[in-house]
C-alpha cells in the first residue's frame, strides 16, 4: 500500500505562489506516476498534471501550462506542485494520487485546500 500525504495549501492572493507537496509512505514511489487533481465547488474532479517517479517526465493540462511546476525529490519520496501566478479560477481542494503504468488512480491522499482570493 502506498500512504500519501498533501500538504501547503492555503489562502494567497491573485498572482502569488503556493508550494503543495505530497509524501508518500509505506512503499516507494519509483514504479509508479504520481498525479496531482484539483476539485472545485460544484465541479468534478480534474488532472492537473502527472510526473513519472522513473525519469521524472512530465504532462500538464493546457490550463496550467507556463504556470504550474510537478518536481520530486527522490531521497524524501515527495512530489512536489509549485503553483505560480495563481488565478482565481485555481480555488479547488488538490489532491495527489499515485498509478502504475497504465493502471488506474488507486492511491490518493486527503486533499489540501486552496483558495485564491484578494
Known amino acids: 500500500q502506498v500512504q500519501l500525504v498533501e500538504s501547503g495549501g492555503g489562502l494567497v492572493q491573485p498572482g502569488g505562489s503556493l508550494r503543495l507537496s505530497c509524501a508518500a509512505s509505506?512503499?516507494?514511489?519509483?514504479?509508479?506516476?504520481v498525479g496531482w487533481f484539483r476539485q472545485a465547488p460544484g465541479k468534478e474532479r480534474e488532472i492537473v498534471g502527472e510526473i513519472k517517479w522513473s525519469g521524472g517526465s512530465t504532462y500538464y493540462v493546457d490550463s496550467v501550462k507556463g504556470r504550474f511546476t510537478i518536481s520530486k525529490d527522490n531521497a524524501k519520496n515527495t512530489v512536489y506542485l509549485q503553483m505560480n501566478s495563481l488565478k482565481p479560477e485555481d480555488t479547488a481542494v488538490y489532491y495527489c494520487?499515485?498509478?502504475?503504468?497504465?493502471?488506474?488512480?488507486?492511491?490518493w491522499g486527503q486533499g489540501t485546500q486552496v483558495t485564491v482570493s484578494s
Open positions: 494520487a499515485a498509478r502504475g503504468y497504465a493502471g488506474d488512480y488507486g492511491y
Open positions: 509505506g512503499r516507494t514511489l519509483s514504479p509508479y506516476t
